[in-house]
C-alpha cells in the first residue's frame, strides 16, 4: 500500500497531540472510493481515514458505554419486567394480551431453537 504523504494545515496534528504511523492491508476498490473521497472533498486520504476511524470509535465507545449502563441498571434492579411492560400496554389501550402473546410467540419462532429453549 502506498501511503499518501500529502498533508494540509488542517490535517497536521497539533503540536502537543503526538502522532505515529500505523499501517493496514486495504483492497484497491476501498482505496479507490477513498481516493475518489479525497479528490472531490480537497482533503487527504489521511484526513478522511482519520475521520473514520473517529467515527468507528465514537459508535463503538457510546455502545459499549450504553451496554454498562444497562449492566449497572439491572445489577441495581432498575428494569421494567417484560411482564410488567405488557401490562403497562393493555392499561394504557396500545395493546391486548393476546396481541402481544401472539407477537412474542412469533418472535420465539424466527430466533432459533436455541431461543426457543430446545
Do not use: Q
Not at 473521497?37 to 457510546?62: F, I, K, M, T
Not at 441498571?73 to 389501550?93: I, K, M, Q
Amino acid at each position: 500500500m502506498t501511503t499518501d504523504t500529502s498533508t494540509s494545515a488542517s490535517d497536521k496534528p497539533a503540536a502537543n497531540n503526538g502522532s505515529c504511523t500505523f499501517s493496514i492491508r486495504i483492497d484497491t476498490d476501498r482505496k479507490a472510493r477513498m481516493d475518489a473521497l479525497a479528490s472531490a472533498s480537497g482533503r487527504s486520504r489521511n484526513y478522511h481515514y482519520l475521520a473514520a476511524v473517529d467515527d468507528y470509535l465514537a459508535e463503538h465507545e457510546w455502545e459499549l458505554a450504553e451496554i454498562e449502563a444497562g449492566i449497572r441498571e439491572d445489577d441495581a434492579g432498575e428494569v421494567v419486567t417484560h411482564e410488567a411492560f405488557g401490562a403497562a400496554l393493555v392499561a394504557s389501550g396500545l395493546a391486548t394480551r393476546e396481541g402481544i402473546e401472539r407477537e412474542r410467540a412469533a418472535l420465539r419462532a424466527s430466533l432459533g431453537p436455541a431461543a426457543r429453549g430446545v
